[in-house]
């Protein structure tokens, strides 16, 4: 099995940061895409950033400038660094990965909370 642990949530005041990481550990052959979603009360999971395997990365409208989406692959570690943090960044994040082990398949971790305040 593969095991996703994140760390790094907390509380912080607009405009500071945070960064969170996500290792995996377990039966790994190799990641592919590597990423982080967020899920905010009464609201759907949204994508914030991903990471390929060659270091291309996507971010979401919402954080482009503000975070960055870094991984390890020595360490299958994925990171985020959130800068310059709104409010409306609070959510529950979750850290995604897509790992080949006689087949692909896509994990997700428990989930760090972030809280914004005002």
């Known amino acids: 099995q593969v095991q996703l642990v994140e760390r790094g949530g907390g509380l912080v005041q607009a405009g500071g940061s945070l960064r969170l990481s996500c290792a995996a550990s377990?039966?790994?052959?190799?990641?592919?895409?590597m990423g982080w979603y967020r899920q905010a009360p009464g609201k759907q999971r949204e994508l914030v950033a991903t990471?390929?395997?060659?270091?291309?990365?996507n971010y979401a409208d919402s954080v482009k400038g503000r975070f960055t989406i870094s991984r390890d692959n020595a360490k299958n570690t994925v990171y985020l660094q959130m800068n310059s943090l709104k409010p409306e960044d609070t959510a529950v994040y979750y850290c995604?990965?897509?790992?080949?082990?006689?087949?692909?398949?896509?994990?997700w971790g428990q989930g760090t909370q972030v809280t914004v305040s005002s």
């Open positions: 990471v390929a395997s060659g270091g291309s990365t």
């Open positions: 995604n990965a897509l790992i080949t082990w006689f087949g692909a398949y896509e994990y």
């Open positions: 377990g039966r790994i052959f190799s990641i592919n895409a």
